[in-house]
């Protein structure tokens, strides 16, 4: 089993920043790529950034494109979420999802608990 456990939320101005963090332990084969999501009240969970643990590709939704960045520590088993310019509307539930695989390359998703944004003056 692999656990995720995220830090870093919290209450933030507009404008401001937070990074987040989001490390895994357990049984870890390999971890194939990194996610973070967030979901707003009454809103279904979007995907915000991506990474593969190689880094070779990265990926953003346009809203938050030029203002976060996703970057990992492959040593730590543990991805990032640099947050700046932070807008009212970010505010949500933050999540990250790994993507493992096995000796046989099987496929395995786990999550994060969440952890809170808020931003507001």
């Known amino acids: 089993q692999v656990q995720l456990v995220e830090s870093g939320g919290g209450l933030v101005q507009p404008g401001g920043s937070l990074r987040l963090s989001c490390a895994a332990s357990g049984s870890i084969f390999s971890i194939y790529a990194m996610y973070w999501y967030r979901q707003a009240p009454g809103k279904q969970r979007e995907l915000v950034a991506a990474t593969t643990s190689g880094g070779s590709s990265t990926n953003y939704a346009d809203s938050v494109k030029g203002r976060f960045t996703i970057s990992r520590d492959n040593a730590k088993n543990t991805v990032y979420l640099q947050m700046n310019s932070l807008k009212p509307e970010d505010t949500a539930v933050y999540y990250c999802?790994?993507?493992?695989?096995?000796?046989?390359?099987?496929?395995?998703?786990?999550w994060g608990q969440g952890t809170q944004v808020t931003v507001s003056s």
């Open positions: 999802k790994f993507i493992t695989v096995d000796s046989d390359y099987a496929p395995y998703d786990y």
